[in-house]
T-cell receptor
């Protein structure tokens, strides 16, 4: 099956700094990727939809100036958490849809990135 | 997205079938039912999907009732590695590609 990777798998940063998380589709080209956030013992919450070559679409309540998304190529989307604060500590997960698949809701998820802001 | 209701947790003995129910009584005629699972500290994994016919793949079987208001995911021979949170999702037609995850069912497979 299709593979999606994320880097780094975990990161610790100091409050006020920025952190970039990469999401790559390894064996397919993804025109659309999705970013989710998951707090402990909670479900995944969709943050934004990342479209190659265009601006990301953010879900209601997600600050687009704080969570910068760039989808510059068909295999890479990045999420930058700017001026991170302890409340941004979470598990960030990306997903992508293989456009060759006929089922649009069959998505492939990355392994996640655990961000801890101290 | 059609609302789905799942039991918060279930237990299953290793080697036995795990039957995970999902209620989606507001589903409309052309909406599919999708199942994903998330093993602890990993990204979710697609399992199976269906419209109205029963479906089977190498991971599981999906039984959808005739009125389509509920479905059951069946893991025929559960193993310890099947311990995970299982999500039943019915995406709406206007949410192109977007998945909305509910609370899911925590399935614990014990020896």
């Amino acid at each position: 099956g299709a593979v999606v990777s994320q880097h780094p798998s975990w990161v610790i940063c100091k409050s006020g700094t920025s952190v970039k998380i990469e999401c790559r589709s390894l064996d397919f080209q993804a025109t659309t990727m999705f970013w989710y956030r998951q707090f402990p013992k909670q479900s995944l919450m969709l943050m934004a939809t990342s479209n190659e070559g265009s601006k990301a679409t953010y879900e209601q309540g997600v600050e687009k100036d704080k969570f910068l998304i760039n989808h510059a190529s068909l295999t890479l989307s990045t999420l930058t958490v700017t001026s991170a604060h302890p409340e941004d500590s979470s598990f960030y997960i990306c997903s992508a849809r293989d456009p060759r698949a006929s089922v649009i809701y069959e998505q492939y998820f990355g392994p996640g990135t655990r961000l801890t802001v101290t | 997205d059609a609302k789905t209701t799942q039991p918060p947790s279930m237990d299953c003995a290793e080697g036995r079938a795990a039957n995970l129910p999902c209620n989606h009584s507001t589903i409309s005629g052309n909406e599919y039912v999708y199942w994903y699972r998330q093993i602890h500290s990993q990204g979710p994994q697609y399992i199976i999907h269906g419209l109205k016919n029963n479906e089977t793949n190498e991971m599981a079987s999906l039984i959808i009732t005739e009125d389509r208001k509920s479905s059951t995911l069946i893991l025929p021979h559960a193993t310890l590695r099947d311990t995970a949170v299982y999500y039943c999702i019915v995406p709406g037609g206007t949410s192109y590609g977007k998945l909305t995850f509910g609370q899911g069912t925590i399935l614990t497979v014990h020896p």
